[in-house]
């Protein structure tokens, strides 16, 4: 019994339109078993060509002259004719431009001595957009995670870049800063946020300290108002009956 090899290749093709509504550059790439092989990129009747294929100059030529045919005939009008039916379709949907919600947040690390400023932009389209994170004024790029762009739910997009800061730098007053620039807006958004020394941990623990001792004390009083309540139930109903039976004697 001879066991199954399956060998995967894969082909990616696309193409843009500009602004003016006029054709822009197509793409094709080619992968096998994970890996891209070879990309292709084809704008205005010209080819670029940039491939690990490991065969003979010849193999080659022949593989640039099929791939150029399939642009120019195949790949190429289809991919702008249903690029351009897909965008007068949709046009409303994809022309829309939505505002983003920019938010600056400091987080302190009760178990450590960091923390870390959080930029999110959210709700906005199209999905160009760009973020920046300045220290006084300053753009910020070490230690800056995050810039990944992630869709929502209702088609729009957001991103977050997340900056960490030592020890060192949080017992420093700094003044954090997060800009974004978008199609939607008019001018930059900015968003500060002055810095502190973070969070004292005292005050937090006096806080919890006095929130378990405020609570403490309610179950203690609602404990001791059923006794009562319990202890005025059992002498009425001992009188009641003491009251019955001298009744009955008489």
Known sequence: MHASCVLAFQRLVLCELKDNGEPGQMITRDAFEGSTTDELRYIENSFTYQGTLNVTAQVLNIHLEISKWRHEHLYYPFCIKLLKAYLEKRRNQVNRKVTPRVRIIKKTFLNSRGSQVSCLATGFYPRHINLTLFRDGQPVTDDVTGGDLLPNDDGTYQMRKILKISAE?????HKYT???THVSLDNKLDISLES???TPIKPV????LTVLALLIVTVVAVIIWRKRNAAFKSEYSS????????DTAS
């Open 239 to 246: 009188a009641s009956t003491s009251q019955k039976l001298v």
């Open 196 to 198: 502190d020394h973070g």
């Open 178 to 180: 997060c800009t974004a």
């Open 169 to 173: 730098e949080q017992r420093e007053k």
């Open 205 to 208: 623990i006096s806080s919890i």
